[in-house]
């Protein structure tokens, strides 16, 4: 009778359960922050952590071991991915940072909206487990958190890690 | 660049974020969007990880698709009664629009009757495409365009065999499962009732391509990484043969059931040739699908909404390809129609 079960819990009314709060509370703050590396945007960082719990709610069981592995990968794969799609489309944004944040010394603001651009397009050209890799490890996580989210042994990590670092210094200095 | 200056590069300024905003947001969203979780709890994944723990990963999302099609073939099953006789082979491909209402009814497939495997499928890898060729006596097509990140040096390779299915169906487990759902189904006639479908499936041949990150055991806490960058899949379409069932009343019957709303049922019933069409259920909640040309034939693209993933699903030959993977819809349609 599972698939009766099954059943009813597709059709039970759609609604957040204790764990997924539990989980959200816990887990948002670093989301955002991994996504934020990435997007160099906190209003577009929130928007992929948003996206990035969603996926996991249709898919993932709240109190799953795997939950903050899963979300760290899903976090830093749906930023590169937008910004990706944007460093196609050849979008610049610059100017619109320099908008949003007037209260910054404009040529201090100018700066860093060219070092953000500069970090977008590296990470956006390099392999994406090695801009994954960088982008989690700057965010905090742990090797043995590197290795769970994105499926790697711990032992290689270091490896892995230096040749990122490599890569990223010949995309942001070429 | 000194290791300090890429510190410095990849900090950014956190501004301190509200959580609970941000968590009446998503609730907000889930409640509008009217979002399902798959499962509640990891004791309901538990089990099914149990029961797959020995399939490797891609067979996973093989299976998945193929049961997903399997219900919605017996759906659209129409034909000409004789004692056997086929029902099903798939020419083509259609989008079947499917709600969270359609999958409840639609998921009932357990509860018309059993499904027994007299062959079931078991896949194994292959070192490499000709050993896949020779175990399935297919021509294999194979990529000749692949995005940049997937590399062929990192594919793997697996088979299917034939596979052969019997399901039967059966009235008593209709009015037990419709009853645990507080319904009353419509009487099965007496000719379904204990009638059986033979139902084909394969031989398949998948090509697993990933970026080196992906682990090799689906019980990795990576859970997301371990979803492939790309992933091809041909077989031979399901094969879907009857005993004699007249079929017209089949399909009455399967679209009157309590479960499968009007809108779906309206919708099975437009497809013009429903003995050759597979219909590919497309979740409208969670992906959104389009007509694509792909390899010169009529495809359906579908794409996953949250960007993550897409796919492409099309039959040519007597084969049913699908190409699917974390990639935009052109590098998926650029590999699709690379394939030769």
């Known amino acids: ?174 | 660049m000194s290791e300090h200056d890429i510190e410095r590069l990849m900090t950014v300024a956190e501004r301190p974020v509200d959580s609970e905003s941000a968590l009446a947001r998503i609730r907000e969203r889930i409640e509008r969007e009217r979002i399902q979780p798959i499962n509640r709890t990891v004791a309901g994944r538990e089990r099914g990880r149990r029961d797959g723990a020995v399939v490797s990963l891609w067979i996973k999302g093989l299976a998945a698709a193929a049961s997903v099609a399997l219900i919605a073939t017996l759906l659209t099953v129409s034909g000409v009664a004789e004692t056997i006789i086929t029902l099903f082979e798939p020419k083509t491909v259609v989008a079947v629009p499917i709600t969270s209402a359609d999958l409840t009814g639609a998921a009932g497939l357990t509860a018309y009757g059993t499904l027994t495997w007299s062959s079931p499928p078991k896949p194994y890898d292959v070192p490499d495409i000709a050993t896949a060729e020779k175990a399935t006596g297919m021509k294999v097509l194979v990529p000749s365009q692949l995005p940049s990140g997937v590399s062929v040096a990192n594919a793997r390779y697996g088979v299917m065999d034939r596979t052969t299915a019997t399901y039967t169906f059966s009235a008593d487990k209709t009015r037990a499962a419709a009853a645990l759902l507080n319904r009353t189904a419509p009487p099965m006639p007496a000719n379904i009732d204990g009638s059986k479908l033979f139902i084909t499936g394969g031989p398949a041949v998948v090509q697993y391509f990933d970026d080196g990150t992906a682990p090799k055991s689906a019980t990795s806490a990576g859970a997301f990484a371990s979803l492939p960058r790309l992933i091809i899949a041909q077989g031979k379409g399901p094969l879907v043969q009857s005993d004699g069932v007249t079929v017209e009343q089949l399909q009455q019957y399967l679209l009157a059931q309590p479960g499968i709303t009007p809108a779906l049922a309206a919708q099975i019933r437009a497809i013009k040739d429903p003995s050759s069409t597979l219909p590919v259920p497309i979740p409208v909640d969670m992906a959104t699908s389009k007509t694509v040309t792909v390899q010169g034939v009529q495809g359906v693209f579908v794409g996953d909404s949250t960007g993550l993933g897409s796919a492409v699903i099309w039959s040519k030959d007597g084969y049913v390809f699908g190409v699917a993977g974390t990639l935009t819809e052109s590098q998926i349609l650029a590999v699709a129609n690379s394939l030769h």
Not at chain 1, 73 to 88: C, F, K, P, V, Y
Not at chain 1, 104 to 114: K, L, T
Not at chain 1, 131 to 139: E, P, Q
């Open chain 1, 1 to 174: 009778m599972e698939a009766v079960a099954a059943l009813r819990a597709a059709g039970a009314a759609p609604g957040l359960t204790a764990a997924f709060e539990a989980l959200f509370r816990r887990e948002y703050p670093r989301v955002v922050g991994i996504a934020q590396r990435i997007v160099r945007d906190a209003d577009e960082a929130e928007d992929v952590a948003q996206d990035v719990f969603v996926a996991f709610y249709r898919k993932h069981p709240a109190d799953a071991g795997y939950a903050p592995a899963w979300l760290y990968a899903a976090a830093a794969h749906t930023a590169l991915n937008a910004i990706r799609s944007r460093e196609r489309r050849g979008r610049r944004e610059t100017v619109h940072t320099l908008e949003r944040d007037p209260a910054v010394d404009p040529q201090r603001s100018a700066e860093e909206a060219e070092s953000h651009a500069e970090v977008r397009a590296a990470l956006a050209r390099m392999d994406e487990r090695a801009a994954a890799l960088l982008v989690l490890r700057h965010s905090g996580l742990s090797y043995e958190e590197i290795a769970a989210a994105l499926g790697l042994r711990r032992s290689s990590i270091g490896t892995l890690l230096g040749r990122a670092e490599d890569a990223f210094r010949r995309e942001v200095t070429r």
